[in-house]
């Protein structure tokens, strides 16, 4: 059964800071998936990594996924108060239809 | 904007009633996923949809169903509710049914917030 593991589950940081989010799973997948929700608010998707040693970019967030380490990261550079959110990865489980979820990352940016 | 559409945005109802959430997909997107998210809490996966059938189970409770219709739109039927249904609950869509390309994220509605009395 996969499971989906994300660390830490509460950050609280500065501003102009740099922090990563991690995600780890059980199985093998070759599918991860960023999510980012504001409070009482949809979740609306940041990344969708596809393969092996996969980075993507947007803006101060970068994703990048290791399949043989089962392990993606969510990295924030210098960080600004608009990325508070709470930040959700999800593995694709390959076998049964189901995207497996992480429990969110909350995320509290101060100035 | 996601395109897909949730109604009502809020429901207020007693313990015992039963409501029924509808979705519109995305255009062109077969699939529906519902979700129930309690406050401060993960994702819980309910059902999924796939072009009129269901594709895949999660932790659904008996006291609630769901189906998709051929236009694709879903409803998602909560009954003899409890204070604990109380959630928001997001239906998501996406082009293919999860096995094969992948390549599309799930596209999250606003969500219907249900808080039971």
């Known amino acids: 059964e996969l499971k989906v593991e994300q660390n830490p589950l509460f950050l609280s940081m500065q501003e102009g800071k740099n922090y990563t989010i991690y995600c780890n799973y059980s199985?093998?997948?070759?599918?991860l998936y960023w999510y980012r929700q504001d409070p009482g608010k949809s979740l609306e998707s940041l990344f969708v990594?596809?393969?092996n040693g996969a980075v993507k970019q947007e803006g101060r967030l970068m994703a990048s996924l290791d399949t043989k380490a089962r392990l993606s990261t969510l990295h924030i550079t210098a960080a600004v108060h608009d990325l508070s959110a709470t930040y959700f990865c999800?593995?694709?489980?390959?076998?049964?239809?189901?995207?497996?979820w992480g429990a969110g990352t909350k995320l509290i940016i101060k100035p | 904007d996601s395109g897909v559409t949730q109604t009502p945005k809020h429901l207020i109802t007693a313990t015992g009633q039963r409501v029924t959430l509808r979705c519109s997909p995305r255009?062109?997107?077969?699939?529906v996923y519902w979700y129930q998210q309690s406050l401060d809490q993960g994702l819980q996966f309910l059902i999924q949809?796939?072009?009129?059938?269901?594709?895949a189970k999660g932790n659904i409770l008996e006291r609630f169903s769901a189906q998709q219709f051929p236009d694709l739109h879903s409803e998602l039927n909560l009954s003899s509710l409890e204070l604990g249904d109380s959630a928001l609950y997001f239906c998501?869509?996406?082009?293919?049914?999860?096995?094969?390309?992948?390549?599309?994220?799930?596209?999250f509605g606003n969500g219907t917030r249900l808080t039971v009395t």
């Open positions: 990594l596809l393969s």
């Open positions: 998501a869509s996406s082009v293919d049914g999860g096995l094969g390309d992948r390549d599309s994220p799930l596209h």
């Open positions: 949809y796939y072009n009129g059938e269901e594709r």
């Open positions: 999800a593995v694709d489980s390959r076998s049964n239809y189901q995207l497996i």
């Open positions: 199985t093998t997948s070759d599918r």
């Open positions: 255009s062109g997107d077969l699939s």
